[in-house]
């Protein structure tokens, strides 16, 4: 097993205790009882990063033996002291961002302007939710009866399970975490076993920060060894979870015997609608941020770009003019383009264009792994991409954007809302009326208008149909950790 020293030492990490290898239970680095572990490679090279400890569902189980033996205290805190240790939990996140960074780049292959963006938006849900605990007051509600005073209580809930995935394995595990903690719940979580390092470096910070022990504890292993005990367990009162939506239903089902609060947020599939009546150089700018962030690997990521056939032309030379100039490399070289996760995502990116291909698509650019690497593949555009085609209906999750033209706004706005999914979608028009009309008949949680970036602490981030439950961010986040207590006092 890499030790942590060896691995820390090797790839530059300044502070050498962030890098751990075991899983962090009630307040001690824990390893699985048996001694398993599991290896952790580089994307962008293949190279063994290091070892980490493999639970057992025994272990697992015995994260939420702790977190449940912490929850009486940690709820039981004044607002105010928990604000503070998670201002701490910021303020030591900030400070080592470097640090989390490069772990996030080694282990996930992003580039390292994205790690350091993606640090700065997790650290953003620390500090919002630090302010937002000294807020869930008791609200007072007209009583109905002249002899009653009404009160309707926030509280938290108990233990909340935690399951995140790789593509942001910093943001989306404070995202949830801190509104959890916030809100006086204990957490177990379990990060991705492909990226388990950001996590763990979180650990640390949170374990320095003052967070005490048994609140937050990070689960390594293996989902279907770690999960199923805490879908059975009537102690963990609220599940969240961000990943596909196939995984979304099994959880769904498995969390149905202890009837758990749901927090989900699955696939999407978001459609990118240009309008004649827009920049069209800022469509095309921000259609290539939707498309290529993340390599593609982005539930938000543009997955349909249906372009006026009006602007048609224009809009594809510009964007495949746009996409050659990308550039694909390593993440500490700060490339726009990383690798992909894993052989099974090269894979479906070359499924989806050889489909999409076989159906009347045309190759504009890319559509081939590059030698970087075995998991690079170039950026690619398919051009007059028919509604039957794959990449259409299924989530593509990598460098690949397709291009079709429409001819009116109630076809368009059909075609995008012709899926299962709904989380989030884009839309170009300089027409305020058409972006009126038209962002109220999409059937998404989010819509996008003239601009990419539309997340952060502020919103309730979700989406609708099979792309989730429930809203994380805002204080709607916080309150899905929270039950509501109905307290009526006799005043005769």
Not at 132 to 139: L, T
Not at 309 to 324: I, L, M, N, Q, S
Not at 339 to 350: F, G, I, S, T, Y
Request: hydrophobic share 45%; glycine share 8%.
């Amino acid at each position: 097993m890499t030790t942590e020293t060896e691995l820390s030492a090797r790839h530059a990490i300044e502070d050498k205790r962030l890098v751990r290898a075991f899983s962090y239970i009630g307040g001690k680095w824990t390893g699985a009882t048996s001694g398993e572990t599991f290896a952790v490679t580089d994307p962008a090279t293949g190279d063994r990063l290091g070892d980490v400890a493999s639970l057992s569902a025994d272990d697992s189980a015995a994260a939420v033996d702790a977190a449940h033996a912490a929850f009486p205290g940690w709820s039981y805190r004044l607002p105010q002291e928990r604000s503070a240790i998670l201002r701490a939990w910021f303020d030591l996140m900030i400070a080592h961002k470097e640090d989390l960074a490069r772990i996030m780049v080694l282990e996930q292959g992003k580039p390292v302007s994205e790690a350091r963006g993606e640090i700065d938006y997790a650290a953003s849900f620390v500090e919002y939710y630090a302010e937002e605990a000294k807020r869930p007051n008791v609200e007072g509600v007209t009583s109905h009866m002249h002899d009653a005073e009404v009160e309707l209580w926030l509280e938290p809930m108990g233990v909340a399970a935690l399951i995140t995935p790789w593509n942001f394995p910093a943001a989306m595990l404070t995202r949830k975490a801190a509104a959890a903690i916030a809100a006086g719940c204990t957490v177990v979580a379990h990060p991705s076993a492909e990226t388990p390092f950001s996590a763990l470096a979180l650990a640390e910070l949170a374990e320095r920060a003052g967070i005490p022990a048994g609140v937050f504890n990070v689960v390594t292993g293996h989902a279907p060894t770690v999960v199923p005990p805490w879908t059975a367990d009537t102690r963990v009162r609220a599940l969240s979870f961000t990943g596909s939506t196939e995984v979304g239903r099994i959880l769904y089902r498995d969390s149905a015997a202890t009837v758990k609060k749901l927090v989900m947020e699955l696939g999407g599939h978001a459609p990118v609608i240009v309008f004649p009546n827009c920049d069209l150089d800022e469509a095309v700018e921000e259609t290539i941020k939707a498309k290529f962030a993340t390599s593609g690997q982005d539930c938000l990521g543009a997955n349909r770009i249906y372009v006026h056939r009006e602007v048609y032309d224009a809009f594809c030379e510009k964007f495949v003019a746009a996409t050659k100039a990308l550039k694909v490399g390593v993440g500490m070289d700060d490339p726009d383009i990383g690798p992909l996760m894993n052989e099974k995502a090269v894979a479906k990116q070359e499924q989806h264009v050889a489909d999409a291909l076989a159906k009347g698509a045309r190759l504009a650019c890319g559509g081939e792994r590059l030698d970087l690497g075995r998991l690079f593949y170039a950026p690619t555009v398919l051009i007059d991409v028919p509604d039957e085609a794959a990449i259409m209906s299924e989530e593509t999750f990598g460098p690949v954007a397709p291009i079709t033209p429409f001819d009116d706004e109630q076809e368009v706005i059909a075609r995008a809302n012709a899926t299962e999914f709904g989380l989030v979608a884009y839309l170009h028009s300089l027409d305020p009326r058409r972006i009126y009309r038209v962002s109220r008949a999409l059937q998404f949680g989010m819509v996008a208008v003239n601009r990419t970036k539309v997340t952060g602490p502020p919103i309730p981030f979700g989406g609708v149909k099979q792309s989730g439950l429930g809203r994380e961010g805002a204080r709607l986040g916080m309150q899905e950790f929270m039950e509501i207590k109905y307290v009526c006092r006799d005043w005769a």
